[in-house]
């Protein structure tokens, strides 16, 4: 069985496997798939996460997380390496 959630984890190939960096020089992983299943939607995801994040952080500069990573629940799948819930203090300048 493929582990989906394993992409970006090889500790050969990244200093930190196990923190988010989305500033990581290396992200050759195959998220949206290859050749024939390649997803058609990645595209309007690439598109939102460049205009939706920037705008998030520009209304929010001083957006920070409400409790410490390690306090996160992880989300009960093999497929992704996320968290039920994201709590965030939201300070509007």
């Excluded at 496997?17 to 309007?44: E, N, T, Y």
């Amino acid at each position: 069985m493929i582990r989906y959630g394993a992409h970006g984890r090889d500790t050969g190939v990244h200093d930190a496997p196990g923190a988010f960096d989305s500033d990581r020089a290396d992200k050759d992983h195959p998220v949206f798939g290859l050749g024939a299943h390649f997803c058609p939607g990645s595209h309007r995801a690439r598109l939102e996460a460049q205009v939706a994040l920037p705008a998030l952080f520009d209304r929010f500069p001083q957006l920070e997380l409400a409790s410490k990573p390690d306090e996160t629940e992880p989300e009960h799948t093999f497929i992704g390496n996320g968290v039920t819930a994201l709590s965030v203090f939201l300070r509007h300048t």
